[in-house]
Nanobody, 124 residues
Framework: QVQLAESGGGLVLAGGSLRLSCAAS????????MGWFRQAPGKDREFVAT????????YYADSVKGRFTISRDNAKNTMYLQMISLKPEDTAVYYC?????????????????WGQGTQVTVSS
């Protein structure tokens, strides 16, 4: 199985940037496609981005396309989410997740393992 831990969240002004990291345990990280989700207070958890096992294929929610970049370094067992031009509506707890399926999965029930989440707060 896979254990995931997010880090890098914090408080930033609108227009600023943050880089989130997701550290995975074990030696089989490269066998899992990965994704980022987020959940704002009172809202359902929503898809943000996904990346293939080798990192060559990515897909983004329309709300973050052009501003967020998902990447992974399999040698370091780590996935990243680089966020620029942040908006107040990006405020949420961000979750890292792993799926045994192919890349491009956008539903929560397609992911097997989840991190504990990291808070991102964007102020205006």
């Amino acid at each position: 199985q896979v254990q995931l831990a997010e880090s890098g969240g914090g408080l930033v002004l609108a227009g600023g940037s943050l880089r989130l990291s997701c550290a995975a345990s074990g030696r089989t990280f490269s066998s899992w496609a990965m994704g980022w989700f987020r959940q704002a207070p009172g809202k359902d958890r929503e898809f943000v981005a996904t990346i293939s096992r080798g990192g060559s294929s990515t897909y983004y929610a329309d709300s973050v396309k052009g501003r967020f970049t998902i990447s992974r370094d399999n040698a370091k067992n780590t996935m990243y989410l680089q966020m620029i031009s942040l908006k107040p509506e990006d405020t949420a707890v961000y979750y890292c997740a792993a799926t045994p399926s192919d890349w491009g999965r956008v539903r929560m029930d397609e992911y097997r393992y989840w991190g504990q989440g990291t808070q991102v707060t964007v102020s205006s």
